[in-house]
């Protein structure tokens, strides 16, 4: 094999693999694909399961809704490292914790959201949203 050939075939093969890191970072959602930034909402409730996972974590919890029933909503949060970073551990959200959440609706209008904060059961509130184009918490107000 000459050299030529050699530099050819280490280019492209460079290229595919970086190619293929490319679409796996495109292929996540970003928050206007899934939420809607014209629907803020903030619950209370208490958490029935928290996963914290990559890409991003899932906070579940029953919300009392005026007729007495419940709903079990289901909140994306920030990646776990953000999560990490700004001190949320999983003891901080597991089963039985009452919370509140405000964040944004999701679009498909059913039980699910994007939190964009969390208070947490020893009164921090702590912003949990990592969506580079999610509203600010400025944007709220």
Known sequence: MNKRLSSVLAIAGFAAATAGFSTQSQAHHSFSSEFDR???VE???T???ARIVNPHGWLYLDVRNVDGTKT??????GTPIVLKAKG?????????TVVRISG????????????QAVELG?????AVGSAPDAPT?????
């Open 38 to 40: 014209r629907q803020p």
């Open 43 to 45: 619950v209370q409730g």
């Open 47 to 49: 958490v029935t399961s």
């Open 72 to 77: 079990n909503w289901g909140f994306e949060f």
């Open 88 to 96: 949320i551990k999983r003891e901080d959200v597991r089963p039985g």
């Open 104 to 115: 944004y609706r999701s679009k498909n209008t059913g039980p699910f959201g994007y939190a």
């Open 122 to 126: 020893d009164g921090r509130t702590i």
């Open 137 to 141: 918490a400025q944007a709220r107000r």
